[in-house]
């Protein structure tokens, strides 16, 4: 598969939306991210499976920064298949009293598919740690496009 430009440009839109919806609290725009079968994998603390799982957990479970800055944003292309890779920054509220805050960062890593919508994300793993590699144990049928 070789990319458009109008593809990398939309895989790019595609990553700082998920912070915009995130950031908004727009649970139901979740589904211009997602595919409806996507799993959404935050290393050491939850597995997500399929968009109303994700919704759910965002809406009602999920702990959520002050705002999602994504960065670093690049497309791989790799035997057939499309990765997303990205950072993010985000800035949470200071444990201490008064002014301030602290900052985290993680990385996300991200199968997308496209869609009769556009680009979406099929499979996504967010780890604070930094993977050498994309992560083993993507799911083959989350693997293709749809």
């Known amino acids: 598969?070789?990319?458009?430009?109008?593809?990398?440009?939309?895989?790019?839109?595609?990553?700082?939306?998920?912070?915009?919806?995130?950031?908004?609290?727009?649970?139901?725009?979740?589904?211009?991210?997602?595919t409806e079968e996507a799993v959404f994998e935050v290393v050491d603390l939850v597995t997500m499976e399929g968009l109303g799982r994700i919704r759910q957990y965002m809406e009602n479970e999920g702990r959520h920064p002050l705002a999602h800055l994504i960065t670093n944003i690049h497309i791989r292309e790799e035997a057939g298949q499309v990765q997303l890779l990205s950072?993010?920054?985000?800035?949470?509220?200071?444990?201490?009293?008064g002014p301030g805050h602290r900052v985290f960062y993680g990385s996300y890593y991200d199968q997308v598919v496209k869609t009769a919508a556009g680009w979406r994300i099929s499979y996504r793993i967010f780890s604070t740690r930094r993977l050498e590699t994309w992560p083993q144990g993507v799911p083959a049928g989350r693997q293709g496009a749809e």
Not at 15 to 25: E, K, L, P
């Open 87 to 97: 950072r993010g920054i985000f800035p949470i509220a200071s444990r201490k009293e």
């Open 1 to 34: 598969m070789s990319l458009s430009i109008a593809d990398r440009i939309e895989l790019h839109e595609l990553a700082g939306r998920y912070g915009d919806i995130v950031d908004d609290r727009n649970w139901p725009g979740l589904d211009t991210v997602f």
